[in-house]
Structure formats: C-alpha cells, structure tokens
C-alpha cells in the first residue's frame, strides 16, 4: 500500500473523530443547559416577571446581555469557565423567556401552546440536523447572508411592534423561524465539516438558534391563537 494513501487514511480518520468527539459534546452540553434554562423560567414565572417596562429597554437590555455574555462565553472557551459562564448565559434567557411564557400561560390554554411550541422546536431541530448530516461541503458563504436576513427581519419587526400591526408581526415570527432553522443547518454543518472544533461554542450557536425558534414559534401561537 502507497505510505501516502496510509497517511491520508489515518489523517482522515483522526479529523472525524475529532469531529464526531465535537458534535457528541455539544449535543450533551446542549442537553444540560435545557436544565437552567428550564429553573430560569420557572423563577421569572413564579415571581412575575415583566420585563423592564418599553419594549425598546428590553430590547436593548436583551441584545446588550447577549453580547455580554458571548463575549465572555468566547473568552473563556477553553477553559471550564466557559462551561459556568454558558450555563449562566442560559439561567439568564431561561428566565427572560418567562415573560412570554407568563403571557402564554395566563391564556386558557396556554400549556397545549407551550407543549406545541416544545414539540414544533424538536421537530424542526431533528430535521435541519438530518439536513445538515447529508452536506459533506463548509456552507461558510451562507453566513453574510443569514446576518443579512436577520438585519432585515429585525428591523420589520419592529416596524410592526411600533405600528401594532399584527399581520406584520406573524410575517416576522414566520421569517426568523425559518432563517434560525436555516443557521442551524449552518451551525452543525461548521461542526460536522470541522469549521468549529470547540464545543462550548458550537453550544452556544445551536442553543441561541433553538432558542429563537421556540420563543418565536410560541410568539406566532399566541398571537394567533382566538383567546
């Protein structure tokens, strides 16, 4: 056997592995932060939480806590901090989701929505990573244009949170539903292809995403539900 065949044999097989030992981490990592992410909404619901009064402060104070939080999530990577911090970074969405969980709850069937929503956000998850397991190809182009749909579905958002124009809004929830689905299929396919090997942030990727796909999947249910 040609001894360069044999070294790209084992190389190859190193380089999966190290991809395989990247996409099991996350996934694991993905599945413990559910846990203060779940004990964050269940405070914010037990003590009411509203939020801090316009939309424009929340909005300001969620973006701002994001980037806070990435950045230091980012910082700290490679160490078990970033783990802790990550997991805070969780708690800390877990109980901004509370007050859309509490407005959803307070409706008589608010629960079934949830469920709906939890159900709709698995089966959407399950199918962009079969997508995903099939595109053996970097999608690294497709990230300038999902920043892009993101800036301006943004922006038509809230457009219609300031017009109160609900036909707008359901437009928007539809939108960012499919382009967070589609940044999954980004998101796993940088770590199956290996174009991100450390798994706290191939967690934060994935987790930010699913995120955005349930709160908006349960934003679209609300408001269109006769209650």
């Given at each position: ?125 399950a199918g962009m990573a ?19 749909g993101f800036g301006v ?75």
């Amino acid at each position: 056997m040609d001894i360069n065949n044999v070294t790209h044999i084992s190389t190859g097989g190193t380089l999966a592995s190290s991809q395989n030992r990247v996409l099991r981490n996350t996934y694991m990592l993905l599945a413990i932060s559910m846990v203060p992410t779940i004990a964050g909404a269940a405070l914010g619901v037990s003590l009411g939480f509203k939020g801090f009064g316009p939309w424009w402060m929340n909005l300001m104070v969620l973006i701002g806590s994001v980037m806070g939080f990435t950045y230091a999530i980012e910082r700290t990577k490679n160490s078990g901090a970033g783990v802790a911090v990550l997991l805070a970074f969780t708690f800390f969405m877990g109980f901004w989701l509370s007050v859309l969980l509490g407005r959803v709850l307070a409706m008589k069937d608010g629960a079934t929505l949830i469920s709906y929503a939890f159900g709709g956000t698995a089966l959407i998850f399950a199918g962009m990573a079969t997508i995903a397991s099939t595109i053996k190809t970097q999608l690294t182009g497709m990230s300038k244009f999902l920043w892009i749909g993101f800036g301006v579905i943004l922006v038509a958002a809230i457009g219609g949170i300031v017009l109160q124009m609900p036909a707008l809004m359901i437009a928007c929830s539809v939108l960012f539903i499919g382009l967070f689905s589609a940044w999954l299929v980004y998101d796993l396919n940088q770590i199956i292809t290996g174009g991100e090997t450390n798994y706290v942030s191939a967690t934060l990727s994935l987790y930010i995403n699913i995120f955005n796909i349930f709160s908006n999947l349960l934003s679209l249910l609300g408001i269109t539900n006769s209650d």
